[in-house]
């Protein structure tokens, strides 16, 4: 698929059949984010993926979203901010997160050029999913992924805003962007 596809293809899924991705593919997706760029060229994250269905509860549970018990893998995006801190200071943190989202973006365009579905999830209760997968306490979870096969959806979801909607130039607020060939005061045109 053309990346221009993937983009408007890709959608968040909240419902998905019983059918179960091939790991290799979401190994696929894990590769293709770790090939992004990186502070530094620091990489600092790390991927668990869950397959097990009673851990997949609990990570739902955890979530307060039920819905995604019904996926057969997950992929749980973590990093570890410590070396980025000793590099940049407290600028590392944010890098972290800046990385961190441009992987989960990465991982989610490439399942859906490979025709698997997935939803982006920010909302956990970290301690909990942190003691559940044994994962250490300064390790920061970002993201988790449920991945699968949508089941068809009931309706059509609204469309995304439209790029005049969301661009600006120049500065804040303003929509238009600036001839090309402005006069600028006290200057006769060319």
């Not at 590099?87 to 992987?103: C, D, K, L, T």
């Not at 995304?160 to 500065?171: I, R, S």
Request: with cysteine; net charge positive; charged share 30%.
């Amino acid at each position: 698929m053309d990346f221009d596809s993937v983009i408007r293809k890709r959608k968040s899924v909240r419902k998905f059949k019983a059918r179960a991705p091939s790991w290799r593919y979401i190994l696929e997706a894990i590769d293709a984010a770790s090939q992004g760029a990186f502070a530094g060229n620091i990489n600092n994250l790390k991927f668990l993926i869950v397959e097990d269905p009673d851990t997949i509860k609990k990570l739902a549970s955890y979530s307060q979203q039920s819905w995604i018990s019904e996926s057969k893998i997950l992929i749980v995006v973590c990093s570890d901010d410590s070396r980025l801190e000793n590099m940049y200071g407290e600028r590392g943190r944010i890098y972290s997160r800046q990385q961190a989202g441009a992987a989960v973006e990465t991982i989610i365009l490439k399942l859906t050029d490979l025709g698997i579905d997935s939803c982006w999830v920010g909302a956990y209760t970290d301690e909990l999913i942190k003691q559940c997968l044994k994962i250490p306490q300064h390790i920061q979870i970002e993201a988790i992924i449920p991945t699968g096969y949508e089941e068809p959806p009931a309706e059509k979801k609204a469309r995304k805003k439209e790029l005049e909607k969301v661009l600006m130039w120049e500065k804040w607020g303003k929509t238009k962007r600036p001839p090309l060939f402005a006069e600028k005061d006290n200057e006769p045109p060319i």
